[in-house]
């Protein structure tokens, strides 16, 4: 079938074309009061949702914290309470990270006081969950590096049983090789439970204590006022209330695509000064023998790539502001990708030191501590595939979800 020319003067095959393009992906300042207001009516849905939900993992705030604190200690997390606290996180993340990258198009003073108070929110919520899965992911790493069947199950609140030393019966015997390890395994598990759930029990009442502050409840208070309202920067007759002029020519005054690309550079120029190439490489010889000083500093391999994944963090925020009310299950696949093999980067570069930090305790058993070190060990191994797997996926070309 012979294509048909449009002529570029006929206005009924002008706007044909436009509807078979679809409608156009706002990129002035309506695009990201929407987005805005989104975020923040999601924040307060979750938060409405943590207070009805009542005490759990991390427990209610206000007027019954420091009971919560008590109660639930010792209770198994429900589901909602958790669910809220996810969501709670998620809003605040998404909202710090917009007004850091499109803070030239907001209020100043607004904006420079209100993104550091989300960072500490989001964070503060944060540790408690971190916790609880650097327990979970040690102890299944234990598991299965002692490779004994008895080795005790974690339970739902991230706690072990009772006695963990007692649990590796004289009836399922280790293989001579694991002998060792399997022994050590048992009391080291033990330690990191005791060690990460006084630090998760800790970040649960600091938490509680945040939710019930003063300093909570103003941050809570300008969200409410961002959902109706969003304080863009007026620059004479570009913008309105929290509605852009339109104007002619080839880009307004509050086009957003220029900050998203400046996001977008920044990650590039983070990924370029990675060492992809050893990344590349199954053995990393610099990193073990780093991981084998007793330097209790954080891992000097580590800190570029953290800071690569609070850049990726970013750059798919803003696409999310460009994209509209289509952010949401749409997305470059070599980013939620490259996004997941980040985090668990994350991950095992924190297990590795809550291991090694676990070793340096004082007057435990040889067999604790080459236990703790075999498990240290594992989780480099865990950073170098994360390393691996960012860089396989970042080279792959941008195929976008439909």
Do not use: C
Request: hydrophobic content about 45%; overall charge positive.
């Amino acid at each position: 079938m012979a294509q048909r020319h449009l002529d570029p003067t006929d206005p009924a095959a002008t706007a044909a074309a436009a509807a078979a393009a679809g409608p156009p992906v706002p990129t002035d300042a309506d695009a990201l009061a929407g987005y805005l207001r989104a975020q923040a009516t999601e924040f307060l849905r979750a938060l409405r949702q943590h207070r009805e939900s009542g005490t759990g993992t991390h427990g209610s705030h206000g007027s019954h914290g420091s009971h919560g604190a008590r109660r639930s200690d010792r209770a198994t997390p429900d589901a909602a309470p958790v669910d809220a606290a996810r969501a709670l996180r998620r809003a605040a993340r998404r909202l710090s990270g917009t007004l850091h990258t499109f803070q030239p198009l907001l209020d100043a003073d607004w904006a420079e006081g209100m993104r550091p108070e989300l960072a500490w929110l989001s964070g503060t919520l944060a540790m408690e969950h971190a916790y609880a899965s650097r327990l979970e992911r040690l102890l299944q790493a234990l598991h299965r590096l002692s490779g004994s069947s008895a080795f005790p199950a974690q339970q739902t609140a991230g706690r072990t049983t009772a006695a963990v030393s007692a649990t590796v019966p004289a009836a399922h015997p280790a293989p001579p090789e694991r002998g060792s390890l399997t022994v050590g395994a048992a009391k080291a598990g033990a330690l990191l439970d005791r060690q990460l759930t006084l630090a998760r029990t800790r970040a649960h009442s600091t938490a509680l204590q945040a939710l019930g502050s003063s300093r909570f409840h103003a941050v809570a208070d300008k969200v409410a006022l961002l959902a109706s309202e969003v304080p863009l920067r007026t620059t004479g007759p570009a913008t309105s209330g929290t509605r852009a002029t339109a104007t002619t020519g080839a880009a307004s005054p509050t086009d957003l695509r220029p900050l998203a690309a400046a996001a977008e550079n920044r990650l590039a120029d983070a990924v370029a000064a990675l060492p992809l190439v050893t990344a590349g490489s199954p053995y990393n010889a610099e990193a073990l023998i780093h991981g084998l000083s007793p330097d209790p500093v954080a891992h000097p391999q580590d800190a570029p790539w953290h800071q690569v994944r609070l850049l990726l963090r970013l750059h798919r925020y803003a696409l999310e502001v460009l994209a509209g009310e289509e952010a949401e299950g749409s997305g470059d696949v070599r980013l939620l990708a490259a996004g997941e093999a980040l985090n668990r980067h994350r991950d095992a570069a924190e297990a590795a030191a809550a291991a090694a930090q676990a070793a340096r305790t004082p007057r435990i058993a040889p067999a604790t501590a080459y236990a703790l070190g075999v498990l240290h060990a594992d989780q480099r191994h865990e950073v170098e595939a994360a390393r691996y797997a960012f860089q396989h996926s970042w080279r792959k070309e941008p195929i976008r979800l439909p």
